[in-house]
């Protein structure tokens, strides 16, 4: 076989990007999918939402809203509050301190992903 075929064959060892870690770690993987990133930045910007709020704002469903909310309470990363304005249920989602800590840091990860891809460094 020449040289030349050789070389085309040869498995290709991505390159490394500055910055990502080897394991993504469960805490990026939770936050990462849009709706949970949507709900955790939705609340980083406003101290209380409503589920109503929450869903129209994000423009998803009762079902997968109440999935996503969950996991991210399951987490600590956000907390739930239910009660009853008259008799009309009520529930109110917050940003917990854990929570606004997981996506500083996933917002950290991102922007060092995007330096790098740039090609620049610094902050």
């Known amino acids: 076989m020449a ?6 064959n040869a498995v290709r060892t991505p390159r490394r990007i500055a910055g990502a870690s080897a394991a993504t770690g469960k805490l990026e993987q939770l936050i990462h999918e849009r709706a949970r990133l949507g709900i955790v930045s939705a609340l980083a910007a406003n101290p209380i939402l409503t589920f109503q709020e929450l869903r129209d704002l994000l ?3 009762d079902g997968n809203l109440a999935v996503h909310a969950r996991r991210l309470e399951e987490a600590g990363y956000v907390s739930c509050a239910k009660d ?4 009309v249920p009520r529930t109110q989602y917050r940003l917990t301190a854990t929570g606004r800590k997981a996506l ?3 917002l950290g990860h991102m922007e060092s992903l995007i330096r790098s891809a740039r090609g620049t460094r610094g902050s």
């Open 3 to 8: 040289d030349s075929a050789r070389r085309t």
């Open 104 to 106: 500083d840091g996933y």
């Open 59 to 61: 423009g998803l469903t």
């Open 84 to 87: 009853f304005d008259g008799r």
